[in-house]
């Protein structure tokens, strides 16, 4: 995860604050053998240099084995979120991002939902967050007919909170039901836009709030793609133009 001085700083907007690092990656380890979640944080202070600590969190319920279920973290309300899953149901593992504490937090109703949303119908939930600045939980009918989301009531009970329906561009989907079925996985999300593929190494994006999705032209093959290997950015172009444009001097 990557954190800025706005996601370490609380509302308060206390003096002290001002000595917060600017930027701040937290990096999360896994040894699966021994159920041990390391965290790595490397901070730039406003001192020259970068510092560097180290912590660690060991699962207290051996009953409990989870595994990480989504490997990018969701930043949201000064925290940092990895999804992980167990038998016993959907959790995350939470990272404070100003005094970097651990924490566990057991998505409440989300074993009986996440049963009722899984395979073979749905693909895996995907963590994100919300237009309201909330978590949310986002299942992709891999019929590509429909969204689930998911999301938490301010008491931290989470449910399902509405199904969106999807607008397909038609004359695609068309042409690819004499090519047999076409399944829908979910690659990746970026602030409402949801990145997914289909079993023809096409490229989508769903816009989450309107249901609309969209062909990506010219997309670069997407055999090999998956969660793992996809990092959704965004780039103001225009900005990124002008930032590059050389100043020419009048005479």
Not at 21 to 33: E, G, H, Q, S
Not at 163 to 178: A, F, G, I, S
Not at 188 to 201: C, R
Request: proline share 5%; charged share 20%; glycine share 6%.
């Amino acid at each position: 995860a990557i954190l800025t001085a706005r996601d370490c700083s609380s509302s308060g907007g206390h003096p002290e604050e001002q000595q917060l690092p600017f930027f701040k990656v937290v990096i999360l380890t896994i040894d699966v053998n021994m159920m041990q979640y390391n965290l790595q944080t490397i901070s730039s202070a406003n001192e020259p240099g970068w510092k560097i600590s180290f912590g660690s969190l060991k699962n207290k319920s051996p009953s409990i084995y989870m595994v990480l279920r989504q490997h990018n973290a969701v930043v949201c309300r000064g925290m940092a979120h990895w999804l992980f899953w167990s038998t016993s149901g959907l959790y995350t593992l939470d990272v404070d991002a100003r005094t970097d504490h651990v924490s566990f937090t057991n998505l409440l109703d989300m074993g009986r939902i996440d049963n009722y949303f899984g395979p073979p119908t749905y693909d895996a939930p995907y963590l994100a967050v919300n237009g309201k600045g909330r978590l949310m939980l986002v299942y992709l009918n891999k019929g590509g007919y429909r969204l689930e989301i998911c999301t938490s009531h301010n008491n931290g009970r989470w449910h399902h909170a509405l199904t969106r329906k999807l607008k397909q561009p038609n004359q695609k989907k068309n042409e690819k039901k004499t090519q047999g079925k076409v399944l829908y996985t979910c690659l990746g999300e970026k602030n409402g836009t949801l990145i997914i593929k289909d079993n023809h190494h096409d490229a989508y994006v769903i816009d989450i709030n309107m249901g609309v999705v969209q062909e990506v032209i010219d997309s670069p093959h997407t055999r090999r793609l998956n969660r793992e290997k996809t990092v959704p950015f965004e780039m103001d172009w225009p900005a990124f133009f002008v930032s590059q444009l050389a100043v020419v001097p009048t005479w």
